[in-house]
């Protein structure tokens, strides 16, 4: 994994500061702001072939490739919060909706490292933005089922819960021609068990939890958002961050240098898992 001179740190931070910050997935957040719709993706081709290649050609127009389907995880419980602990893999997965110009930041940063991500995609925000999908799957990035709404999900009656899961599924289906590798509820780091029943029957055979919470949805800072992730990430870890916040995108150079000194790198939840 190529190391990043801290130039590029401060650069990045500049960039995207003027960025609309979007809601965050935390547990104890109620907020429900929209989500701002302004701009469009930057350039994303066919996706790198190697750590630290480029992508090439641009997104414009049309669906996405074909994403991965659902992720089978033998040996797993249905609940994913981690990987196993052997190895030198992390996943570092992003909840999705925010300004397209600052999650399109955010990736270009993990392509520059060679790095893999999972973003999890809210629907309402694949539908205001659906060049987002083909820019994320084109970067060589894994694509998930974050609800349609972004709604307190385990708080809301079957039906509607169901209704969250599916809508976002068909919105992925539509854009990928799958309903994505993997399912996250939003506004919780775990599942109930109701929620996870609904999942399943929606076609997810896990729901992906986490063991690491940056925390970069209160907005700490990039400084803190780096302490964070590289005090707690471990081999197998999986780490919950956000698109669409300045400092995540600041963060994110310094935090897979930090791993990669530690012999760790970022690789895909599917990756890490199977």
Not at 33 to 59: D, E, F, K, Y
Not at 151 to 167: F, N
Request: proline share 9%; charged share 20%.
């Amino acid at each position: 994994m190529t190391s990043l001179p801290r130039r590029s740190v401060l650069r990045t931070a500049t960039a995207v500061a003027a960025g609309a910050l979007a809601p965050g997935c935390a547990t104890a957040r109620t907020d429900t702001a929209p989500v701002r719709a302004s701009g469009a993706p930057p350039p994303g081709g066919t996706g790198p072939s190697g750590p630290g290649a480029r992508p090439s050609g641009t997104a414009t127009s049309g669906a996405a490739r074909r994403a991965r389907p659902p992720t089978r995880a033998p040996g797993l419980p249905v609940q994913i919060q981690h990987g196993p602990r052997r190895g030198d893999a992390v996943a570092l997965t992003f909840h999705g909706q925010g300004d397209p110009k600052t999650a399109a930041a955010l990736l270009g940063e993990a392509e520059r490292a060679g790095a893999r991500v999972t973003v999890l995609a809210v629907g309402s925000w694949l539908d205001e933005q659906p060049l987002m999908a083909r820019r994320i799957l084109d970067g060589g990035h894994e694509l998930g089922n974050h609800t349609q709404r972004h709604l307190d999900l385990c708080a809301l009656p079957a039906p509607e819960a169901y209704a969250e899961i599916t809508g976002c599924a068909d919105r992925l289906r539509k854009l990928t021609g799958t309903i994505g590798s993997w399912f996250r509820p939003s506004r919780t780091q775990y599942a109930t068990a109701l929620v996870t029943r609904l999942a399943r029957k929606a076609g997810y055979p896990h729901v992906l939890s986490y063991d690491v919470d940056s925390l970069d949805a209160d907005d700490p800072g990039a400084p803190a958002v780096q302490r964070t992730v590289l005090d707690r990430a471990r081999a197998g870890s999986i780490v919950s961050l956000h698109l669409g916040h300045a400092g995540t995108v600041a963060a994110l150079p310094p935090i897979l240098d930090g791993l990669h000194r530690r012999g760790l790198r970022a690789v895909t939840t599917t990756e890490l898992v199977t």
